[in-house]
């Protein structure tokens, strides 16, 4: 089940997530030292952002020696699911195999990436309607 309660992220915030998921608590200095390697951002642009991830509850933030850390409120997986959720509703109509087709037509996996697949669908129980 996708938990509809976790905000839906822009792709700046998304990231500045992928960079909390990887490094864990940071700075708003150590957060924009890496996400300027990718793209050209001003130091009160990332802050403005993180205070916003914030107020959305995307982030937490802590105070440590006068210093603001700022961590993921959400796991990774978890934000994932919230993402894959919304586009497999609102893309697919509901559908995981017509998105799961749609992601292998438009890049195929790699033999290890389809042994996982076929493992976890062997390993798939169907979750039972109720039935009353």
């Given at each position: 089940m996708v938990k509809s309660h976790i905000p839906k992220p822009?792709?700046?915030?998304l990231a500045i997530?992928?960079?909390?998921?990887?490094?864990g608590a940071s700075t708003v200095r150590q957060v924009h030292d890496v996400i300027v390697e990718d793209r050209a951002l001003a130091y009160t642009t990332t802050l403005k952002l993180?205070?916003?991830?914030?107020?959305?509850?995307?982030?937490?933030?802590?105070e440590r020696d006068r210093?603001?850390?700022?961590?993921?409120?959400?796991?990774?997986?978890e934000m994932q699911q919230r993402l894959v959720g919304d586009l497999m509703h609102r893309?697919?109509?509901?559908?995981?195999?017509?998105?799961l087709m749609q992601a292998l037509a438009t890049k195929p996996a790699s033999a290890q990436e389809l042994k996982e697949l076929?493992?976890?669908?062997?390993?798939?129980?169907?979750?039972?309607?109720n039935r009353g």
């Open positions: 822009t792709d700046a915030e997530l992928r960079i909390l998921w990887e490094r993180l205070q916003i991830m914030t107020e959305k509850g995307l982030t937490d933030r802590e210093v603001h850390y700022y961590r993921a409120r959400h796991a990774e997986d893309a697919f109509r509901g559908s995981a195999a017509r998105m076929r493992k976890l669908l062997d390993s798939y129980k169907p979750k039972e309607k």
